[in-house]
């Protein structure tokens, strides 16, 4: 087994879980000892450091999130003594202030262990050369991947964004074997390469990509795999836990959350609780040793379920699985949830239309109405009506069968509907909230 730190990657539940309270409790009452914001917040909470006996007692203590790292700008929230601070990065807020994110040398130390183990856990080491094409500078994203693939003892090619063909000459001269990036930046370099007449399953060395920073899907996934002949990894980060984190191992069956460092619970976003073991809720961290910034019960906002089974590859720490959407952007029509990233995977795997569309919600009555606007592909476009209705009630069918709502389908003309260059708008809810 290709372990980096086979003691840790491969104990027992129960022994995590020791290991996980332990490292709760001392944290809790460092905190409740050292930080005013803490101290008061545990107080209006009505709990004590001494209440926290068994794991299950953490949700006796207050949640966070972005806003109060917002309202706490810059450094308001930080624990360590300042000249204990070694580096700051700062993420843009796309509204108001941005967030600073403190480090003291163990704040980094930890977060370049659990990319080393990450990096391990699909066959890296030492014999690589990794290029980082993530942004280096106040975003986490370069500067994280590079310290992990120091502690790992590969090479590291410290690339960042942009020239891209001058990335491919490197990958090619260099011996490059993974890259660190987007994933859309790499389908964006597997047409430039391409165009330069170069192959990546020939003409390189090329085996692996630690993909994260943005949801990608996995017909995305088959894509670049093919076209480069590697492996395509999923990794997950946000600015907030430190950076990117962590990834799947070589089994791509879930993203490897190392317990000892990340506490992760899963709650039902409307009400906070805690939903079973293996349901989809909206993730919440704790990271058990951050130093400088303390992160505890920081609801993210990210939707997905976790599992405590063994994976294929012998490591037992809870697996993550795909993202399903965020809570900012769920729907609730007739008391279900319905998320802008389902409608997009369902139309992806419908030839004859685009994922160019637009949800439109609204009252009929008492009863609410979906529907959905999307392009044709131009190949299918027809002014057969026959047709078109066959190709509408084929997408209208196969967006109830995973949404569990009824769907009105309006297929439009190719390039009918508005184009995003930042975030995209994809849902217009005409509805009148009570
Ligand atoms: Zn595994």
Redesign the pocket.
């Known amino acids: 087994m290709d372990c980096w730190n086979q003691k840790i990657e491969t104990m027992g539940r129960k022994d995590i879980e020791r290991m996980q309270l332990s490292s709760l409790k001392e944290l809790v009452t460092r905190l409740y000892d050292s930080s005013p914001h803490y101290h008061s917040r545990m107080r209006e909470a009505g709990v004590l450091p001494g209440d926290i006996r068994t794991l299950e007692d953490i949700v006796r203590l207050p949640s966070m999130n972005k806003i109060d790292l917002r309202d706490n700008y810059p450094d308001k929230l930080f624990t360590a003594p300042p000249e204990d601070v070694i580096r700051y990065h700062v993420s843009s807020g796309t509204t108001g202030k941005p967030t600073v994110v403190g480090y003291t040398r163990n704040d980094i130390e930890n977060w370049s262990e659990s990319l080393a183990r990450s990096f391990a856990?699909f066959g890296l080491g030492r014999q690589d050369v990794i290029q980082v094409s993530n942004g280096y500078g106040l975003f986490s994203g370069g500067l994280g991947m590079h310290y992990g693939v120091e502690k790992l003892g590969a090479a590291v090619v410290p690339a960042s964004t942009g020239g891209t063909k001058k990335q491919i000459d490197l990958i090619k001269d260099l011996r490059v074997t993974a890259i660190a990036c987007t994933p859309s930046y790499l389908v964006h370099m597997i047409e430039v390469a391409e165009g330069m007449g170069l192959d990546f399953r020939n003409d390189t060395r090329m085996r692996a990509a630690i993909l994260g920073a943005e949801p990608w899907s996995e017909n995305m996934r088959r894509h670049i795999e093919d076209r480069m002949g590697i492996k395509a990894q999923n990794c997950y980060g946000a600015s907030e836990l430190s950076g990117p984190l962590f990834t799947?191992?070589?089994?791509q069956?879930?993203i490897?959350i190392w317990g000892d460092l990340c506490l992760i619970e899963v709650v039902d976003p409307e009400t906070g609780e805690h939903v079973g073991d293996g349901e989809r809720g909206e993730l919440v961290f704790t990271m058990l040793k951050r130093e400088a910034l303390p992160i505890i019960r920081y609801r993210i906002g990210d939707l997905s379920e976790i599992t405590w089974e063994k994976?294929?590859?012998?490591?037992t720490h809870p697996?993550l699985q795909r993202l399903t959407g965020r809570v900012d952007d769920m729907i609730i029509i007739r008391g279900i949830n319905v998320f802008p990233s389902q409608v997009e995977h369902v139309l992806g795997e419908i030839d004859e239309v685009t994922q160019q569309y637009m949800i439109i919600v609204e009252s009929r009555g008492v009863m609410d109405n979906m529907s959905v606007q999307v392009e044709l592909d131009p190949k299918a476009f027809t002014d057969d009506i026959l047709a078109l209705r066959g190709i509408s009630s084929k997408v209208a069918r196969a967006l109830q069968e995973v949404l569990n709502v009824k769907v009105d389908v309006q297929l439009m003309e190719p390039g009918s509907l508005p184009r995003f260059e930042g975030k995209s708008k994809r849902v217009i809810d005409k509805r009148v909230m009570m």
């Open positions: 856990s799947e191992c070589h089994e069956d879930g490897h994976c294929n590859c012998g490591r697996r």
